[in-house]
């Protein structure tokens, strides 16, 4: 089992930028691939970025492309989500996730363990 817990978030101003950090325990040897998913109110859960690093692949939502960095090396070390830019439709619950599969995976179906996510909240 792997279990992943979030940190980072809170209230931040329109343009403002935040960071967001994943880390996990357990059996952090069989993971391969972190992402970030959020859900705002009303909305069903998205993929925001992804990074799968025996491939050294790094994969983004257009939504946030340009503007959020994912970065890590391995699930032993913190993963973190580097927020610039940010808009008032960026707030939502931001979720990390884990997966053994060792390719680019951005469907939630796919990701195996989940964090309890974190709110993120930007005003305009």
């Known amino acids: 089992q792997v279990q992943l817990v979030e940190s980072g978030g809170g209230l931040v101003q329109a343009g403002g930028s935040l960071r967001l950090s994943c880390a996990a325990s357990?059996?952090?040897?069989?993971?391969?691939?972190m992402g970030w998913f959020r859900q705002a109110p009303g909305k069903e859960r998205e993929f925001v970025a992804g990074r799968s690093w025996n491939i050294g692949s790094t994969y983004y939502a257009n939504s946030v492309k340009g503007r959020f960095t994912i970065s890590g090396d391995t699930a032993e070390n913190p993963v973190y989500l580097q927020m610039n830019s940010r808009k008032p439709e960026d707030t939502a619950v931001y979720y990390c996730?884990?997966?053994?599969?060792?390719?680019?995976?951005?469907?939630?179906?796919?990701?195996?363990?989940w964090g309890q996510g974190i709110q993120v909240t930007v005003s305009s």
């Open positions: 357990g059996r952090t040897f069989s993971i391969y691939t």
């Open positions: 996730a884990a997966t053994a599969e060792g390719r680019r995976v951005v469907r939630e179906y796919e990701y195996s363990y």
